[in-house]
């Protein structure tokens, strides 16, 4: 079956102080990870896919990286408006078109 | 780009009716769209993939005759969920897949559904 676990569950940041997002994943043959940004009470917003490992990926101030088990996404000098719930998700070869995705991470960014 | 709607934005209903959920692709066609329940604080879960012109596919758990799905053209799909009871108070978000050899989804705006 496959897993998808992200930490930490909530990460509370000043304006300015970087950090990083954990996505570990077990799968059986990757076709692809996936972070989306999801903002209160609204449908995730597409930000990266990563197909394989070594892959890196940046827009903005969020850097996505990938492993054979997990996946990181950093960002740099957070912003208030950085401020979401950040989901990782996978999608298996074998699981056709379907998502798993993580728990979460909600990103609090203080001025 | 890659923009889904859905209608409406919210929605509150008594308990025993139906309610219709509306997605579209604006500007692309999806040949696959995907529904998906949010509770609280929880992440997303996947209901049903809708491929157009044929049947749904439901997951595990997922009652079809209680959670209608139509995919009738490239850029639309419903859902429909019968016999609305209070614990169907949910959000219902959809997305849909661009190109048939691409496999970001893009998500709706969501539904908030309260059932009363």
């Known amino acids: 079956e496959d897993q998808v676990t992200q930490s930490p569950e909530a990460l509370r940041l000043q304006e300015g102080e970087s950090s990083s997002l954990n996505c570990s994943y077990t799968v059986s043959g990757l076709r692809g990870l996936f972070w989306y940004r999801q903002d209160p009470g609204k449908g995730p917003e597409f930000l990266f896919t990563l197909y394989s490992a070594g892959e890196e990926k940046e827009k903005e101030r969020l850097k996505a990286t990938l492993t054979k088990k997990e996946s990181f996404l950093h960002i740099t000098a957070p912003k208030p408006e950085d401020s979401a719930t950040y989901l990782c998700a996978v999608q298996a070869r074998a699981a056709g078109n379907k998502l798993t995705f993580g728990g979460g991470t909600r990103v609090l960014v203080k001025p | 780009g890659a923009v889904v709607s859905q209608h409406p934005s919210r929605v509150i209903c008594k308990s025993g009716t139906s309610v219709k959920i509306e997605c579209r692709s604006l500007?692309?066609?999806?040949?696959?769209m995907f529904w998906y329940r949010q509770f609280p604080k929880q992440s997303l879960m996947l209901m049903a993939t809708s491929n157009e012109g044929s049947k749904a596919t439901y997951e595990q758990g997922v009652e079809k005759d209680k959670f209608l799905i139509n995919h009738a053209s490239l850029t639309l799909s419903t859902l429909t969920v019968t016999s609305a009871h209070p614990e169907d108070s949910s959000f219902y978000i959809c997305s849909a897949r661009k190109q048939i050899y691409s496999y970001e989804q893009y998500f709706g705006p969501g539904t908030r559904l309260t059932v009363t």
């Open positions: 500007d692309f066609q999806a040949t696959t």
